[in-house]
């Protein structure tokens, strides 16, 4: 496995710290400008990750104002609807072509608001009240590089993440990834939501079911 960090990681990294970026948009400038290329990034992918990890997650780089994340996806990988948390700002790298949905939350209800394709060589931003699922449907492996940022150094950075699980009526909050509900690793505490409007729920379990995930085993769950 490699361990010393590609050129093209090390410049963004340095690029990132020397301009302080203050918000969302700012970072996607300076990705836009400094991208990581996809054949060095490639060996440190995480494309044998366990079952129950919903897709690979791997850290390169974390300081107390930001960390960068390469994600490895193998078809069929998706991550859970979720938003960010304590991050203040952030920025997602698409290395391939991704689905890609966005959602907004109110009277406790989730609307799929966007369901536009995340291509390869796009920039997407990232905050702490940004709700999406992202996931590869297509047929190859991908990769994509993410970046959570604060510019409070005493926060810590992508904690707190709410994580909604449709299955269950219900959501919780990690202070890591963002997988996909799996019976092996259940969360110790949820908390009820309503779930979905008809929209959301129809694509989201459509989704889910056309990437042979057998639902079904989350009935006994609660």
Known sequence: MKTSLPSSVIQLINEIQENAPRNSNELAGIVNNHPVK?????????FNHAAKESYGRR??????????????????????IHDHGTT???CVQALDDFTHRLYHFSN????????????????AAVYNNV???MGNAGKNNALSIHIYGTSDPQKQ?????????????????????????????MPEQLH??????????????NLTQLHKRDISTFKTLH
Not at 38 to 46: A, D, W
Not at 158 to 183: C, K, N, V, W
């Open 38 to 46: 996809r054949e060095e990034i490639l060996p440190f992918h995480t």
């Open 59 to 80: 850290e390169l780089y974390k300081c107390n104002f930001f960390c960068i994340y390469l994600m490895s996806w193998c078809p069929g990988d998706f991550t859970a």
């Open 88 to 90: 203040q700002w952030g």
């Open 108 to 123: 406790n209800y989730l609307s799929l608001i966007d369901s536009r394709p995340f291509l390869k060589g796009q920039t």
């Open 131 to 133: 709700i999406h699922m």
């Open 157 to 185: 950075v992508a904690r707190d993440s709410r994580i909604f699980y449709p299955e269950l009526g219900q959501m919780t909050y990690t202070q890591g990834a963002a997988y996909m509900l799996h019976p092996e690793n």
């Open 192 to 205: 009820d939501f309503p779930g979905l409007d008809s929209a959301a729920r129809e694509d989201y379990f």
